[in-house]
């Protein structure tokens, strides 16, 4: 298998459930190429904490770790119809309105409908075959200008790419599961991580 998914293939995932969207609005936002996904109701906004910095490693020598990247971060909800602004140089974590439950032979990747990325806006995310929850955005603001969002609005659209093998989303652990809301990054979690630490902390007798 090779190129993109179909509006027809989608539909026929849809229709037999091996994808399921919940709620589809419309039925005009399954294209010809992609499907269109709404902004949520829920973001996490990046504010300025009383720490210096986010720590994305273990060298800390008080050995604490990484500080609580919560504390960078302040919720805020929405309703539909109502906005938000996102302002320039800023980036937003927020989620789509739909659940989603992946196929497992295929993934999905996501891009800024061609009228917002035309207002500066940027996402980046690719969702792994298995995957089940809302969809995890990080909105970026390149703009000189606010920008004002309307929460409901279909702001993002999705790629889906079959994959030759399928997978078992569940199979392996994950930092991400099921999630409905904006989480932070768990990068610190990653094993690579703590074996770096180790290298440093020995290299550097701490």
Request: overall charge positive; proline content about 4%.
């Amino acid at each position: 298998m090779s190129g993109f998914a179909s509006g027809k293939t989608i539909k026929e995932l849809l229709n037999t459930q091996k994808l399921i969207i919940r709620p589809l609005l419309e039925k005009s936002q399954i294209s010809h190429i992609g499907i269109d996904f709404r902004l949520g109701c829920n973001f996490l906004v990046s504010v300025h904490g009383r720490e210096a910095f986010i720590d994305t490693s273990l060298n800390n020598a008080t050995g604490a770790g990484q500080r609580d990247v919560k504390r960078f971060f302040q919720e805020s909800r929405r309703q539909l119809g109502e906005t938000f602004i996102l302002y320039p140089n800023q980036t937003v974590l927020a989620s789509s309105l739909e659940y989603v439950k992946m196929p497992k032979d295929h993934l999905l990747t996501l891009y800024m409908r061609s009228s917002y990325s035309r207002l500066g806006l940027t996402v980046s995310t690719i969702v792994q075959p298995g995957y089940c929850g809302c969809l995890s955005i990080e909105l970026t603001n390149n703009n000189n200008n606010p920008i004002n969002l309307v929460v409901g609005a279909r702001v993002f659209q999705g790629v889906l790419l079959p994959s030759d093998d399928e997978t078992n989303y569940f199979s392996n652990p994950r930092k991400y599961v099921c999630s409905v809301r904006p989480e932070p990054s768990a990068a610190i979690s990653d094993g690579d991580i703590k074996t770096l630490s180790d290298l440093w902390k020995s290299k550097n007798k701490r």
